[in-house]
């Protein structure tokens, strides 16, 4: 979805086209890792997450490692850190900020890329939306009580900007929820991003709920029914904004 939604990109940064080391934060599954490796064959990519669900037959340049991103425990100074929706994984913006700056080498780019939480539209037809957009308040409200706001785009760009990083850029792109859109492309999106939304809604909310709200599984299967039923709905034109934002680190004054 990421890479039809940034033309097959994976990354905006104006990184050199010889890059030697990039970091993953939060790999996931490693595919971003992978086909980093695979794109800048000078380079050494690395992923770290919790969880060891990375494929083993990887480029020779990719290396997984078992790691909490934001304890920073790396010997390393990267030309590139990325992490790709870590919104909801982090727990202290500034401080994942600042570990980013303190591990890049002077000149290097540190990018997020993440969709905002809420459901919108342009044609006021989201507020039709009744349960997803109630769905949406509980998970704020949840994760507030866990004491793990998200950070958002804003605040994400006042952090960069505190501690240090310049030439900070934020760009934009609606991510249609359904197959709603004209044109192939934003159709595509939409039938990708619906699909990952339904699919991933339980495990986005199971913590939350449970934890935060208190709430009872067969509560929280309900709720998420009618969420599912209302993203579904024909009619109703929703999308969410995914950001991206990079910031570079000074480089050396000579």
């Given at each position: 979805?990421?890479?039809?939604?940034?033309?097959?990109?994976?990354?905006?940064?104006?990184?050199?086209?010889?890059?030697?080391?990039?970091?993953?934060?939060?790999?996931?599954?490693?595919?971003?890792?992978?086909?980093?490796?695979?794109?800048?064959?000078?380079?050494?990519?690395?992923?770290?997450?919790?969880?060891?669900?990375?494929?083993?037959?990887?480029?020779?340049?990719?290396?997984?490692?078992?790691?909490?991103?934001?304890?920073?425990?790396?010997?390393?100074?990267?030309?590139?850190?990325?992490?790709?929706e870590l919104d909801g994984s982090?727990?202290?913006?500034?401080?994942?900020?600042?570990?980013?700056?303190?591990?890049?080498?002077?000149?290097?780019?540190?990018?997020?890329?993440?969709?905002?939480?809420?459901?919108?539209?342009?044609?006021?037809?989201?507020?039709?939306?009744?349960?997803?957009?109630?769905?949406?308040?509980?998970?704020?409200?949840?994760?507030?009580?866990?004491?793990?706001?998200?950070?958002?785009?804003?605040?994400?760009?006042?952090?960069?900007?505190?501690?240090?990083?310049?030439?900070?850029?934020?760009?934009?792109?609606?991510?249609?929820?359904?197959?709603?859109?004209?044109?192939?492309?934003?159709?595509?999106?939409?039938?990708?991003?619906?699909?990952?939304?339904?699919?991933?809604?339980?495990?986005?909310?199971?913590?939350?709920?449970?934890?935060?709200?208190?709430?009872?599984?067969?509560?929280?299967?309900?709720?998420?029914?009618l969420v599912r039923d209302d993203?579904?709905?024909?009619?109703?034109?929703?999308?969410?904004?995914?950001?991206?934002?990079?910031?570079?680190?000074?480089?050396?004054?000579?």
């Open positions: 979805m990421y890479t039809l939604a940034l033309d097959y990109r994976l990354f905006l940064a104006p990184i050199s086209d010889i890059p030697q080391y990039i970091l993953d934060m939060g790999t996931g599954t490693g595919i971003w890792a992978i086909e980093c490796a695979d794109k800048y064959p000078s380079a050494v990519v690395r992923g770290n997450d919790l969880s060891p669900i990375q494929p083993t037959f990887i480029p020779p340049n990719c290396i997984f490692e078992i790691d909490d991103f934001e304890k920073w425990e790396l010997p390393y100074k990267f030309d590139l850190i990325h992490g790709r982090i727990y202290n913006c500034e401080r994942l900020c600042r570990g980013a700056f303190e591990h890049l080498k002077p000149g290097g780019y540190f990018e997020l890329q993440s969709l905002e939480h809420g459901f919108l539209s342009d044609d006021e037809t989201h507020k039709n939306a009744v349960h997803a957009l109630e769905w949406q308040q509980h998970i704020i409200e949840g994760r507030n009580k866990l004491q793990k706001p998200f950070c958002g785009a804003t605040i994400c760009t006042q952090r960069m900007g505190k501690v240090g990083f310049v030439n900070i850029k934020i760009q934009r792109f609606k991510i249609p929820i359904g197959p709603w859109p004209e044109g192939n492309k934003l159709k595509q999106l939409g039938i990708f991003a619906l699909q990952d939304i339904l699919e991933g809604l339980e495990a986005f909310s199971l913590h939350v709920f449970t934890q935060g709200l208190q709430w009872s599984m067969d509560e929280l299967q309900v709720c998420l029914a993203l579904k709905r024909e009619g109703l034109h929703i999308y969410r904004e995914l950001y991206v934002i990079y910031g570079q680190k000074p480089k050396v004054k000579e």
